[in-house]
């Protein structure tokens, strides 16, 4: 490797990371990401550790690779969603893993030190000043709490060989990735960036144009940035207590007429706390709910769930079920993991109907944004999608609807950010 103090640009997302810098001689418009497994430019934020690592093999895996050997059935415990832990009080906690109390920031160590050991490996090139991309809010109405997840990552990222870093809001990112295309001559225009991820929606309203793109200051270019904690993990959450945890008693009825308690349903509908449903008490919590059920059938697919440990697996099912919803009407889930020969369809009417209240808010920023900046919504130029959720077709008709004379450009759904953050590596370390 060489020695030259390399910058780099992280992008370290709810479901997906990517790596990037703007390497020696570097021709303008190839990708500036780096390849971080199988020859792909994304690692999706997973972490498997591995109960019974066998023989030569390693304690634990990452990205495809770790959500391949836990859907394989092997004994261990997945980790997905890490980032929506940063800024909350689980932090510090503990969990158990592979026979080992480890911390929660121990964890999201492991993972950022693996995405820059790779990053590095793919440039040939150490690297110990980056530019992080941060969501404009990880923590929603509460600058504490928000600060504190900075703090956390900045922590993280020196424990990790990362000297230098700083930080940058992931939809400017974008924003100047989407500058580095526009072909030079053409016209100034002011743009929203639209990002819709795993965990948040951010945006942000920028001047754009070949003319600005060399300017080394470019608060004046930045009129307004926002945000809110709603993205992809969440439209999977609401769609799972809509449609799916119903077939594993939410809602049910007990003996007596009281209705099912809906604590463990959540923790099994939410990325972040499907591990929670595994514990001691959990299980003696539902064994005793099996007991008083009305529906037990209901129950017992619940249960073959948990003594499964597949509660990543319906959650990965739903996932898929969503992103079948983006381009059908309708989308067939197959529960023979926990309920032999069953199928289960998803309608697009009521996926949009579980996310109608989230995709509000998501338009409510958005119009606050605007109304913030002073800018009327017939004055924006250009909406810039990237983020996989932007997928989304619901999403995009209200957003779309809010700015009637924009036209609509589409980034590059999972690479946008990370080029961005290379850019502005590059801008602020060299
Ligand atoms: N075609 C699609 N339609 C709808 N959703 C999709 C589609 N493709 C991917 N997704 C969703 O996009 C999300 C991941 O997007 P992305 O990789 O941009 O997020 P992220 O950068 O990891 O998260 P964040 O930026 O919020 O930290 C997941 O929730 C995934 O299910
Ligand atoms: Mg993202």
Redesign the pocket.
């Known amino acids: 490797m060489g020695t030259h103090a390399a910058a780099c640009g992280i ?7 990517t790596a990037g810098w703007l390497g020696p001689g570097q021709a303008a418009g190839s990708s500036l990401l780096l390849p971080l497994e199988d020859g792909k430019p ?1 690692l999706p ?1 997973v972490v498997f550790f591995h109960a019974e690592p066998e023989e030569g093999h390693d304690h634990v895996s990452y990205g495809r690779a770790g959500l391949a050997d836990y859907l394989a059935g092997h004994e261990g415990r997945l980790m997905r969603s890490l ?1 929506s832990l940063l800024g909350t009080s689980m932090m510090d906690e503990h969990t158990e893993v592979a026979g080992r109390a480890l911390q929660f920031r121990e964890l999201l160590a492991q993972f950022i030190g693996e995405l820059k050991r790779r990053a590095e490996t793919s440039a040939g090139q150490p690297f110990t000043r980056a530019v992080l ?1 941060r ?1 404009v809010f990880f923590v929603d109405d509460d600058s504490k709490a928000d600060k504190r997840a900075e703090d956390t990552l900045a922590g993280i990222a020196h424990s990790v060989g990362l000297k230098d870093i700083a930080f940058q809001y ?1 939809p400017i990112a974008a924003a100047f990735d989407y500058e580095s295309q526009i072909p030079p001559g053409a016209r100034e225009e002011l743009v929203l960036v639209v ?8 945006f942000a309203l920028v001047r754009l144009g070949p003319g600005l793109a060399g300017k080394a200051d470019r608060r004046d270019d930045i009129l307004a940035s926002g945000g809110v904690h709603i ?3 969440d ?2 959450k609401y769609l799972s207590l809509a449609s799916v945890m119903p077939t594993l008693g939410l809602g049910s009825r007990l003996q007596g007429g009281l209705e099912i308690p809906s604590a463990l349903f959540f923790n099994l509908a939410t990325w972040h706390t499907i591990n929670l449903a595994y514990t001691k008490k959990a299980w003696a919590q539902l064994s005793e709910l099996h007991r008083s059920a009305l529906e037990k059938d209901k129950l017992e697919r619940l249960q073959n769930l948990v003594r499964e440990r597949a509660g990543h697996w319906l959650a990965m099912q739903v ?1 898929a079920a ?2 079948t ?3 059908a009407p309708e989308a067939v889930m197959d529960l023979g993991r926990i309920a032999p020969g069953e199928l289960l369809t998803l309608h697009r009417p009521d996926f949009d109907a579980a996310i109608d209240g989230l995709v509000s808010k998501v338009e409510g920023t958005v119009i606050t944004l605007l109304r913030d900046a002073d800018i009327a919504a017939n004055a924006v130029n250009t909406v810039f999608f ?7 077709p619901l999403l995009r008709e209200r957003i779309a609807a809010l700015l009637p004379g924009a036209r609509a450009v589409e980034g590059d ?2 690479g946008s ?1 990370g080029a961005g953050l290379a850019l502005d590596a590059a801008r602020k370390f060299s």
């Open positions: 992008d370290f997302g709810t479901s997906n990371s994304t934020s980032k991309g969501p992931e990002d819709i991820g795993g965990g948040t929606s951010d993205g992809g993990t439209f999977d996932e969503k992103i919803l983006s381009d990237t983020g996989g959720s932007s997928g989304v759904r999972f950010i």
